[in-house]
């Protein structure tokens, strides 16, 4: 008689889609990126999935990663930039124009992701177009 039920597999392990590199992945971290103008520590977490997963995933997502990277470091020297000038007033107009180019800029790289494209140009300062 067989066992019709033999327990869980502890050969290997399943993780979930989303993080493993890939397309999924990426965008997870772009969703990560967006939520942290309102929650600021899923920037910190999405980050850090970016920084694992480079290098792994091959193909086109590879920029996606260099993208991500990058649009977190920029994004967050523009934003202390701002803070500095916010004792000059001007730095509260300069960190609306960081969170609309942070913004963009994510949106832009999940549209490519979307529609299975590399980031043109995924060491911009810009908007990587």
Same mark, same amino acid.
């Given at each position: ?17 989303? !993080? &493993? ?5 990426? @965008?997870?971290?772009?969703? @990560?990126? @967006? ?5 600021? *520590? ?6 850090? @999935? ?11 997502? &590879? ?5 991500? #990277?990058?649009?977190?470091? #920029?994004?967050?020297?523009?934003? !202390? ?11 509260? *107009? !300069? ?27 995924? &060491? ?6």
């Amino acid at each position: 008689m067989s066992n019709a039920n033999p327990g869980p597999d502890t050969g290997s392990r399943q993780t979930d889609r989303w !993080l &493993e590199p890939g397309q999924t992945n990426a @965008l997870v971290i772009y969703i @990560l990126y @967006l939520t942290s103008l309102a929650i600021g *520590v899923t920037g910190i977490i999405g980050i850090v @999935l970016a920084y694992i997963n480079r290098g792994k995933a091959g193909g086109f997502v &590879e920029s996606h990663y260099t993208f991500l #990277i990058r649009t977190f470091w #920029i994004g967050l020297l523009y934003a !202390l930039i701002s803070v500095v000038l916010m004792m000059l007033v001007i730095g509260f *107009v !300069l960190m609306f124009a960081v969170a609309v180019w942070f913004i963009v800029r994510c949106i832009l790289g999940i549209q490519a992701l979307q529609r299975g494209e590399p980031i043109k140009n995924p &060491e911009s300062w810009f908007l990587g177009q």
